[in-house]
């Protein structure tokens, strides 16, 4: 009601054409973002969400054990178009992240300093992949997929 958005985890069953059976994880008459694609305007708010998510998640065998806390940080990866390019960042209409629990989307990630990754250009499909950090979320590699220009 507030403009706000907070993730929660759901579990989904049938579909028919346009409706999808939700079966926990939502109370009747709660609203619900019916597309991804949309830009998150508070990655600070997603961040102190995620973690929360993350700890209630149900553990199978084959999850990762936590990192060290000297360990390097974790990085993702994901396939997406690039939107936009700016000295700042770099915005993506990107794939899913299951490590992150994200379906597709579009938002921004931030790059390392304005100079890097000259040849990315608006229009192109790329593989990247990127960490969390006190100011969002950092780019550490961006590639052409394939032979895309």
Same mark, same amino acid.
Not at 29 to 54: C, H, M, T, Y
Not at 58 to 84: F, L
Not at 112 to 131: I, L, M, N, Y
């Given at each position: ?9 759901? /579990? ?33 708010? %997603? ?31 994901? /396939? ?10 770099? /915005? ?7 490590? %992150? ?13 304005? /100079? ?22 950092? %780019? ?10």
């Amino acid at each position: 009601s507030d403009g706000r958005l907070q993730p929660v985890s759901v /579990t989904v069953g049938n579909d028919a054409g346009d409706d999808t059976e939700v079966s926990s994880g939502l109370t009747e008459g709660q609203q619900v973002v019916a597309s991804g694609q949309f830009l998150i305007d508070s990655e600070a708010s %997603l961040k102190s969400v995620l973690p929360k998510l993350e700890a209630t998640a149900p553990t199978s065998a084959s999850a990762p054990a936590p990192a060290p806390a000297a360990a390097a940080p974790q990085t993702y990866d994901t /396939t997406g178009k690039v939107e936009k390019v700016t000295a700042g960042d770099i /915005t993506f209409s990107h794939q899913p992240v299951p490590a %992150l629990g994200w379906g597709a989307m579009t938002m921004s990630f931030g790059k390392p300093s304005p /100079t890097a990754f000259p040849d990315v250009k608006p229009g192109q499909t790329v593989h990247f992949v990127f960490r969390q950090s006190d100011d969002g979320y950092q %780019l550490t590699k961006v590639e052409p997929v394939g032979g895309a220009k």
